[in-house]
């Protein structure tokens, strides 16, 4: 999964349902491991949705909005798309979604 799909998905994602209209410069993307502690952490509601082993790679995007906001979401990717998101606001877990 390449970096700029998880940067236009975080960016589409933050204006549909959280209504924040980042610019594209303003959104910081990172690789991250599978095996990261925030993932770690909620690896108990992806049990039994999907199967780990289509994971391919992790990222993690930020964006701080105009308002003082800080948004971070963390993607799980198999190579085809998404398979979890974990969005946080100013470190507070206040979204995830699980795709099949």
């Known amino acids: ?7 236009e998905w975080f960016t589409k994602q933050l204006r549909q349902i959280f209504h924040v209209y980042p610019q594209a410069s303003n959104v910081a993307i990172e690789v991250i491991d599978l095996k ?10 992806m ?18 909005d105009i308002r003082g906001n800080h948004w971070e979401a963390y993607f799980i990717c ?9 969005w946080k606001k100013n470190d ?7 795709y099949k």
């Open 78 to 86: 198999k190579e085809t798309g998404v398979l979890f998101e974990l």
């Open 36 to 45: 990261h502690p925030d993932l770690e952490r909620y690896m108990h509601l």
């Open 1 to 7: 999964m390449e970096e700029i799909f998880v940067k």
């Open 92 to 98: 507070e877990v206040i979204a995830y979604e699980m």
């Open 47 to 64: 049990k039994n949705q999907w199967n780990l082993k289509l994971a391919t790679s992790a990222y993690s995007c930020t964006h701080d």
